[in-house]
T-cell receptor, first 116, second 113 residues
Framework: ETGVTQTPRHLVMGMTNKKSLKCEQH?????MYWYKQSAKKPLELMFV???????ENNSVPSRFSPECPNSSHLFLHLHTLQPEDSALYLC???????????????FGEGSRLTVL | AQSVTQLDSQVPVFEEAPVELRCNYS??????LFWYVQYPNQGLQLLLK??????LVESINGFEAEFNKSQTSFHLRKPSVHISDTAEYFC???????????FGQGTRLTINP
């Protein structure tokens, strides 16, 4: 139990569906992150929110839309995805986005997404 | 900008043997260094970190890593591995003043009985 909870753990969707991934952290952290983990590729940072403000969008296609209503919750809205978007999507949080503490990330278990 | 190279994508070892997972980084500024571990079907967990002070850092489960500034390395070692150490290990670097942790490609450690 890392204090970061992701739902759903598994999701299968068609290319025309709209779905959302949810992340909740119970650690009192101020920064939250979405990462994409694909087989045989390095971990890819997608989005960063610090105190609810987006501070990083790593050239992510617009079919991925993040939302951070407060410091404890982070969503990733998915629309008209492609099969190559199939991957493990990991949410993480850190106490702050500055200094060494920014490297101390707490990850959820991930949402395994399959796009048909 | 920073970058991380993990020299081995897979490392198979026998149980109770020693292991070293190699990590080299590049950066034009001072760095903080991290090792994360990902057990099967789980997210990543912080294993150990170097922020400042002693260059040798240890984890609670027997792993250690040494920050070597001259060789820009942060290799992970364990003198005797267990089956439960089977996982993927990620080295990561954060440059001072940077806001983005950069991960290596990961090393899959497989323990054979």
């Amino acid at each position: 139990e890392t204090g970061v909870t992701q739902t759903p753990r598994h999701l299968v969707m068609g290319m025309t569906n709209k779905k959302s991934l949810k992340c909740e952290q119970h650690l009192g952290h101020n920064a939250m992150y979405w990462y994409k983990q694909s087989a045989k590729k390095p971990l890819e940072l997608m989005f960063v929110y610090n105190f609810k403000e987006q501070t990083e969008n790593n050239s992510v296609p617009s079919r991925f839309s993040p939302e951070c209503p407060n410091s404890s919750h982070l969503f990733l809205h998915l629309h008209t995805l492609q099969p190559e978007d199939s991957a493990l999507y990991l949410c993480a949080s850190s106490q702050t986005q500055v200094g060494g503490r920014a490297g101390e990330l707490f990850f959820g278990e991930g949402s395994r997404l399959t796009v048909l | 900008a920073q970058s991380v190279t993990q020299l081995d994508s897979q490392v198979p070892v026998f149980e109770e043997a020693p292991v070293e997972l190699r990590c080299n980084y590049s950066s034009s500024v001072s760095v903080y260094l991290f090792w994360y571990v990902q057990y099967p079907n789980q997210g990543l967990q912080l294993l150990l970190k170097y922020l400042s002070g002693s260059t040798l850092v240890e984890s609670i489960n027997g792993f250690e890593a040494e920050f070597n500034k001259s060789q820009t390395s942060f290799h992970l070692r364990k003198p005797s591995v267990h089956i439960s150490d089977t996982a993927e290990y990620f080295c990561a670097v954060l440059g001072q003043g940077a806001q983005k942790l950069v991960f290596g490609q990961g090393t899959r450690l497989t323990i054979n009985p």
